[in-house]
């Protein structure tokens, strides 16, 4: 007889209750139910898929975008002993591919990168496997008005036909209604879907926009506050230079343990970044958005934005990383005149220039080639990664491939037709995100109370009763906590090895070492 | 890259190569191309404790820094692009070498795979073993490969004491071997290593504590691994549990992928004409492939194609011409009256070089 999900949850994951909301979800999935779940980010969702697998027969897919989660809830999986589970994505050698997949017929959980799924062997492969259900992670990346759109994601509904096409869990923190359609369409959910959507109310998280005269100002208001308010805090930057000097700043000018993180640092030190942030040994990290995914830190005091995200679903998220605990927090958009036109110029750089279309159609050693060599072409040109996959996606979508994924060869007018129209497109584009941008600017210098003016955004209205925790035009004020304040630590390298692997010297030292 | 480390050692890859040599042999040592001419050209002018210390710089970013070099007035273009290093060039050199003498033990030329292999399992057995000592069970592994998380746990299987006693074997072993080291190396190596209740540190912290730039922090860890390897293959008695994580790496000399298939019919006995036949390969291909294995291992039969005297008298006129051109040291030696082809010239010159540097 099959365990019961109580008993599955306190099993595996040691809880004894679920989440208001979880259980009606996983019931769906344990019954094959094709889902669409709409939840906070710190709402739980990943044990919306792993306990239905791991209680179910045969092997759950899991496919994310986000390469370190997936990584990363594998790693804890098997912390807890549940050996089940591998994660599987491009940046593995063949070698460590083999190792990973050695015993798949006794997993329950495979993780894997949507181009991953994509692999004529990978789906060779699990065409034998009995699969239990697909769950789709950040599914908002399958709609061209999501703030992430991948290519790739688009090509899943298409990938889970060749499977016999089993249940699919689509889950998402941040879906308007536009993108819910785009999901539900693209991966060719069942008419019976079930809709589970969530309140992205997070109403202990108070919210804060202040404007400044100019960048010096801001930089002194963003250390008063470091300074003044409780730890840990998350800082968003725009770019990876100024995450690194405000950081060196910050260190400068304040007795705080202060770290920058983006995404041009080398691996291991990333790691040991979110390991530290994790462990209570920063007070602050100064990153770009590339910080945060998969990192649950349940004490986030504050998130403050430093420069303005580029559209409400981004900023949803980032500053969903503070108070999952349920404690008192705060989100804090900092904005000087001229700020918008980071993200502004940002975002035209993710734009190809159209005539990169005509380049790539009319080059002849590409006629034939499969779409990932056009794609490296792409780049070859000149283009960034993100600019080939956009113009090389839209090739795909002109219909400029043949059904083998190989390039046309077109005729002139035909060409020109595919240019002018992309060109078209991405003036459209263009003029969308300006727009997400212009309301993220209208949502700073807003007077009236922001938790309704962002929820809007979702066709929500907020439940928050109490005005003295909602936001500063409620007259909210910021929530008080203690500070945490650790010595900074600088051991010897004799003394870090001490710590490291004699336990005794460490339990026998004064104030002693704790267990997190 | 740009880093003042990287700039520094450009200078003095590019003094070492004189103007035999252009800019593109020095990147090939540093990036560690596997080719018959670039082994050679490591060994030949002694920068093989360079080779494959860079193995992802991009060749544009590689000239950049040379250019870079160039405007400054520290190197100067010479015929057929080759460069040389100018006064300005070497004054700024040594100024670099005396206030940071380059790290004595790094030898990407035997190390520099196997450092890469190494170090996940290094930092994977004390990550745990500070859990296991401390009765933690539950606990992420700080290594994500699969293949090291195996490795480990049978390593652990493996072994006979208690957690602690092994965690306290391993700290004494890693103490004593760091002990050796210069302090930023020691500090470099050990910052980067996690376990209970302690975060690896980033380069760019640790280049803050010690004062250093963080190009020079990887170096200097790197510098720390390759101590230990090469400790571990001279001594390995004296550090058990450090040798056990490092043996198959150490076991296996390191040859292009044609030149250990010579190698192995070399070891069943066949002699030169018969590898060539047997594998249908041009003389000059084996040619190339014995003095590669003539550099890497050590029961490689010199004495069969160079008599001993040869051998010393080829070393002894390089010492004296000043030379590497093999042109001058073949005539130099047929002058004398006595006759060397190329490739006794090559075998001679690519073995016994190891301690002299």
């Not at chain 1, 495979?110 to 994509?118: A, I, K, R």
Request: contains cysteine; glycine residues 6%; neutral net charge.
């Amino acid at each position: 007889m099959r365990m019961s999900l109580e008993e599955g949850l306190h099993r595996f994951f040691g809880f004894e209750n679920f989440r208001p909301g979880q259980k009606a979800i996983i019931e769906d999935v344990m019954h094959g139910r094709d889902c669409l779940a709409v939840l906070p980010t710190g709402g739980g969702k990943s044990l919306l898929y792993q306990l239905p697998a791991l209680l179910s027969d045969g092997l759950a897919i899991i496919v994310s975008p986000l390469i370190a989660l997936m990584e990363d809830q594998v790693q804890e999986l098997r912390a807890f002993r549940m050996k089940q589970a591998v994660c599987l994505h491009s940046g593995l050698s063949q070698q460590e591919r083999k190792v990973r997949l050695h015993a798949i017929e006794s997993l329950k959980l495979l993780y894997l990168s949507p181009e991953m799924l994509s692999q004529p062997w990978m789906q060779r492969l699990l065409k034998h496997q009995k699969l239990s259900f697909v769950a789709v992670d950040e599914a908002h990346c399958i709609s061209q008005w999501g703030h992430e759109f991948r290519p790739d994601y688009q090509m899943l509904g298409h990938v889970l036909e060749v499977f016999g096409r089993p249940p699919v869990l689509a889950l998402t923190a941040t879906a308007t209604p536009a993108v819910r359609e785009d999901i539900y369409t693209a991966l060719r959910m069942k008419e019976n879907a079930r809709i589970h959507l969530f309140s992205l109310d997070r109403t202990n998280i108070r919210l804060f926009g202040e404007s400044v005269m100019d960048e010096k100002e801001k930089q002194t208001r963003l250390f008063t506050i470091l300074h003044h308010f409780q730890r840990p805090v998350l800082v968003y930057v725009m770019s990876r230079s100024r995450a690194e000097a405000l950081a060196e700043r910050a260190a400068e000018a304040l007795n705080l343990r202060t770290a920058y993180y983006h995404g041009g640092m080398d691996a291991a030190d990333r790691q040991n970044i979110q390991a530290q942030f994790l462990a209570d040994e920063l007070d602050v990290v100064i990153c770009t958005s590339a910080f945060g995914m998969g990192i649950n830190k349940p004490d986030v005091a504050a998130v403050i934005h430093y420069h303005m995200p580029s559209n409400i679903e981004s900023y949803m998220q980032e500053i969903g990383r503070a108070g999952r605990s349920g404690k008192d927090s705060a989100a804090v958009v900092l904005y000087a005149p001229g700020d918008e036109n980071l993200p502004h110029d940002m975002m035209l750089g993710e734009f190809p220039p159209p005539a990169a279309a005509r380049m790539l159609l009319e080059d002849t050693s590409l006629h034939g080639a499969l779409l990932t060599e056009v794609e490296k072409q792409a780049q070859g040109i000149g283009l960034s990664e993100v600019q080939a996959r956009y113009v090389v996606y839209q090739l795909f979508k002109a219909g400029c491939f043949h059904s083998t994924n190989e390039m046309k060869q077109l005729s002139r007018p035909a060409v020109e037709n595919v240019v002018r129209e992309l060109s078209d497109r991405i003036m459209k584009r263009r003029k969308e995100k300006e727009a997400q941008i212009e309301e993220v600017k209208a949502y700073i210098l807003f007077t009236g109370c922001r938790r309704q003016k962002l929820l809007a955004h979702f066709n929500e209205e907020t439940v928050l009763q109490d005005a003295s925790i909602c936001c500063d035009h409620c007259l909210a004020v910021w929530p008080p906590g203690s500070e945490k304040v650790r010595d900074r630590e600088d051991l010897s390298w004799q003394g870090r090895l001490q710590k490291l692997l004699l336990p005794d010297k460490r339990s026998n030292e004064k104030g002693g070492f704790g267990h997190e | 890259m740009q880093t003042r480390f990287s700039s520094m050692l450009l200078l003095h890859m590019l003094e070492k190569v004189e103007t035999f040599r252009t800019p593109r042999s020095v990147y090939h040592i540093v990036t560690g191309k596997r080719s018959a001419q670039t082994l050679q050209d490591a060994r030949w002018f002694h920068l093989d404790h360079w080779f494959h210390i860079y193995p992802h710089w991009r060749e544009a970013a590689f000239y950049t820094e040379i250019d870079a070099a160039l405007k400054t007035g520290w190197l100067a273009l010479e015929e057929e692009g080759m460069y040389s290093v100018t006064p300005a060039g070497r004054a700024q050199l040594q100024m670099y070498q005396k206030d940071q003498p380059f790290p004595a033990a790094v030898n990407g030329w035997r190390f520099a795979a196997g450092s890469r292999a190494f170090w996940p399992r290094l930092h994977l057995a004390v990550h745990t073993l500070s859990h296991l000592a401390a009765k933690e069970t539950s606990f992420r592994p700080a290594e994500g490969s699969a293949q090291v998380q195996q490795y480990i746990k049978a390593w652990l299987k493996g072994q006979r004491s208690t957690y602690q006693e092994l965690a306290a074997n391993l700290y004494s072993e890693l103490e004593r071997m760091l002990q050796e080291l210069p302090a930023s190396s020691a500090a470099s190596a050990a910052g980067r290593l996690s376990g209970l209740g302690m975060s690896g540190r980033t380069l760019g912290q640790l280049a803050v504590s010690l004062n250093l730039e963080e190009e020079r922090v990887k170096i200097e860890w790197l510098n720390a691994l390759h101590f230990i390897l090469q400790t571990l293959t001279k001594d390995p008695g004296d550090y058990p549990l450090l040798a056990s994580l490092a043996a198959d790496i150490l076991a296996q000399p390191r040859l292009t992928y044609s030149a250990s298939q010579t190698y192995r019919l070399l070891q069943k006995g066949m002699n030169l004409t018969e590898i060539s036949a047997h594998r249908g390969l041009k003389n000059g291909t084996v040619e190339d492939h014995f003095v590669e294995i003539a550099g890497e291992a050590d029961d490689f039969p010199l004495y069969e194609y160079v008599s001993p005297q040869i051998v010393e008298h080829v070393r002894q006129t390089v010492n004296d011409l000043e030379t590497k051109k093999l042109r001058a040291v073949k005539e130099a030696i047929e002058a004398s009256g006595q006759v060397v082809s190329y490739f006794q010239l090559r075998l001679a010159l690519s073995t016994g070089e190891e301690m002299k540097r």
